[in-house]
């Protein structure tokens, strides 16, 4: 076998190593070479390194200068960017100090916020008061038009944020308190083992089921059933009105849908199921609780009558003074006021 020409195998390689960039490795199994003995032999050269390497560099250097360019140009429009997206932020921004109000009357309004509880938020924003004392105060405090204004905006930044409106939430009260639990579950009357057989005897579902019926009575050391009644037993069917056994009245079965194709009110109204040792229990929301709530949106419903004098002040009282009379005097009185 003849030697290989390493010198000519070394031009060749260089020469195409300097327009495709191969590697000594790549090359020599392209030209089935072996490349354990061959790499003595083919190799880069070292002008050929060096000249790569000052290529790499400079590729560097120039990405880099790239870079530093952009961030540059980008600084001034980013700051601008920022500073109008900042003065954007600072007029949208709701706060409660913009309203003149005082330390406690900021927090008797973040506290109504919260459940809208007029005495409640009186009493955690740290004001003084029990029972209609309470009441009349932070009713008056509600009726502060600064007060009132920053409970109103509040209300509508609310909405605006989480786009919940007292429409929506009316309508879902509305959709709990209508739906039709017909479409959850039902109480059905269907036929019973006799209503279709033939003579109204008793009904099988398949022979299947009969066969299995034979062996437990043999085991059981029983008669053996009969299937004079014949086969097909459809427990969904309606109850034979003329049926002997059942009287068409039929058997009660409840009967559960398939909650995944539950839509509009029905929907809202499911709660979930809970299975327990009497079986599925289907849960929903309360539909009476749901209506009364809508009720009370609508001003149906009055829990409490708000008595008060001018300015939300106290009811002003005449009373008589009967100071000046006598223990007989006031007896007399007492008995003239029961005739």
């Known amino acids: 076998m003849a030697k290989p020409d390493w010198g000519m195998l070394q031009q060749q390689f260089l020469a195409e190593h300097a327009i495709t960039g191969i590697s000594p490795k790549e090359w020599c199994e392209l030209k089935e070479l072996n490349y354990a003995t061959a790499r003595r032999y083919i190799k880069i050269s070292r002008a050929q390194n060096a000249q790569k390497t000052a290529h790499k560099k400079l590729r560097t250097t120039q990405k880099k200068e790239s870079a530093k360019e952009l961030m540059r140009n980008s600084d001034i429009p980013d700051a601008q960017s920022n500073g109008v997206s900042n003065t954007h932020d600072n007029e949208n921004t709701f706060s409660l100090r913009n309203y003149g109000l005082t330390e406690q009357q900021i927090k008797f309004v973040s506290e109504y916020l919260i459940d809208l509880n007029r005495t409640g938020a009186y009493k955690r924003a740290g004001y003084k008061g029990e029972g209609n004392t309470a009441y009349v105060n932070a009713t008056r405090m509600l009726r502060n038009a600064k007060v009132s204004r920053a409970i109103t905006d509040a209300l509508a930044e609310r909405e605006r944020r989480t786009e919940i409106t007292q429409d929506a939430v009316l309508k879902i009260w509305w ?35 009969f066969e299995d019926a034979i062996k437990k009575a043999v085991v059981a050391k029983k008669p053996p059933p009969q299937d004079v009644g014949g086969y097909g037993y459809d427990e969904t069917l309606d109850p034979n009105p003329d049926c002997p056994r059942c009287n068409g009245a039929g058997i009660g079965r409840a009967y559960f849908h398939d909650t995944r194709d539950l839509t509009g009110p029905a929907r809202r109204v499911f709660a979930g199921v809970k299975e327990g040792k009497f079986g599925v229990e289907v849960i929903t929301r309360n ?8 009720a009370q949106h609508l001003g149906m419903l009055k829990n409490k009558t708000e008595l008060t004098g001018a300015d939300g002040g106290p009811i002003q009282t005449t009373g008589i ?9 006031l007896m007399q009185l007492r008995v003239k006021s029961k005739q």
């Open 287 to 294: 539909q009476d609780e749901a209506l009364k709530m809508v």
């Open 321 to 329: 003074d009967l100071s000046h009379l006598s223990f007989e005097q």
């Open 175 to 209: 959709d709990i308190a209508t739906a039709d639990v017909n479409e959850l579950t039902e109480y059905r009357r269907l036929c019973c083992r006799h209503c279709w057989g033939f003579g109204f005897n008793y009904q099988w579902r398949d022979s299947i089921e």
